[in-house]
């Protein structure tokens, strides 16, 4: 479709079209190659923008932080729709945001306004509308155990209605909406506690951290400044000026080995590393282990290649891979297949990637 046909198409959508955006400028990686973008600073400029391409069979990308994403180097051959709808309600035990609030700056609010619950959860690049998506966890929490319910643009019948989590196919980083265009996130309604508890903290770095015990609580503004420091020590806290934090943040999902591999892999981890404290986890499938851990056993470390390189592990953390400020797409894959391939080899584990790619293939 030429500029001119697309311009008349969007024209009544409210959306603000641009030519030839360098998607780099709208993730959190720093790369990505050109599109058309339409921003969409409204629900209703969303639902019709995404109704008008579907039904010229444009394809379309939707983006909002751009946290979660790795886009090749030529771009996206059809429409970026960049959710840029903000608006933020807190209720009596509830709050719901647009999907594309930051979602920060959400967890922040309800924290000051006085409640508990989303505080493990702070410090977390990206939208609001995209954590149901990933089912987003960190420090013991996840998505899926807060969710009230999500608020959904059906792209095949056009219908809008509100899902509930048990309809979501909700895992361990993912869902139904996952690596699925059938659905819009237009919105996400989460539960609070009123009193200002946290939620049971069950991560032992964070209960560490703040002298508790399995399972015990505390307000939920310690917790997110406790959460939060440990965060910015991993780079995992955005700030322009530190590269470490150019990242997708975690580049890898714990993998989860069944459980009739478990003795092989800590056989194979013990004949290679001497050592078989590798943290686990339990998980419905299986034994859950450190990617992190793993990577760092099969030879690499913080910082991996070096410091010349355009894109390597963080010096922080080597389950992120960074953009030291001038790293390609396609610099960013060659790495993961590195330490992809070098896990295999050394522990017959094969780690999958946690962001989602865009005209590439790891």
């Given amino acids: 479709m030429s500029s001119a046909d697309l311009r008349d198409l969007l024209a009544g959508t409210g959306a603000q079209l641009r030519e030839s955006v360098r998607l780099a400028e709208l993730t959190t990686l720093r790369v990505g190659g050109p599109a058309a973008v339409a921003r969409c600073a409204s629900t209703e400029a969303l639902v019709a923008t995404v109704r008008a391409l579907d039904a010229k069979g444009i394809p379309v990308l939707l983006l909002a932080g751009g946290s979660n994403l790795l886009i090749g180097d030529d771009g996206f051959d059809g429409v970026v729709v960049e959710i840029a709808t903000t608006g933020v309600e807190l209720g009596a035990d509830s709050v719901c945001a647009q999907a594309g609030a930051n979602w920060d700056a959400v967890v922040c609010r309800t924290v000051e306004a006085g409640f508990g619950g989303l505080e493990c959860l702070s410090g977390i690049p990206g939208s609001a509308g995209a954590t149901p998506v990933q089912n987003v966890g960190a420090y013991g929490v996840e998505v899926a155990s807060l969710l009230r319910r999500v608020r959904l ?18 895992g361990y980083r993912t869902s139904k909406l996952k690596h699925s265009d059938q659905a819009v996130v237009l919105a996400v309604e989460f539960a609070l506690d009123p009193s200002g508890t946290s939620a049971p903290l069950r991560y032992g770095e964070l209960a560490t951290t703040l002298r508790v015990t399995d399972g015990g609580t505390r307000p939920a503004a310690e917790v997110r400044a406790a959460v939060l420091g440990l965060r910015a020590g991993k780079g995992m806290v955005l700030d322009p000026a530190d590269h470490d934090t150019w990242s997708a943040g ?3 999902t714990n993998p989860v080995v069944p459980h009739a591999r478990v003795d092989a ?19 419905p499938d299986g034994v859950k282990f450190s990617a992190g851990w793993l990577i760092e056993r099969a030879g690499f470390a913080k910082g991996f290649p070096g410091p010349e390189a355009a894109a390597r592990l963080s010096t922080k953390h080597t389950l992120a891979l960074t ?40």
């Fill in 250 to 252: 975690s580049f890898f």
């Fill in 153 to 170: 643009l059906d792209r095949a019948s056009g219908a809008i209605g509100w899902a509930e989590p048990a309809e979501l196919g909700f």
């Fill in 323 to 362: 953009n030291r400020g001038a790293a390609t797409a396609a610099d960013l894959v060659e790495l993961a297949r590195t330490v992809r391939a070098g896990v295999e080899a050394r522990f017959g584990i094969r780690l999958e990637p946690e962001p989602v790619t865009v005209g590439l293939t790891l």
């Fill in 265 to 283: 892999v800590r056989a194979l981890i013990s004949a290679h590393v001497g050592d078989i404290t590798v943290p686990t986890y339990p998980a």
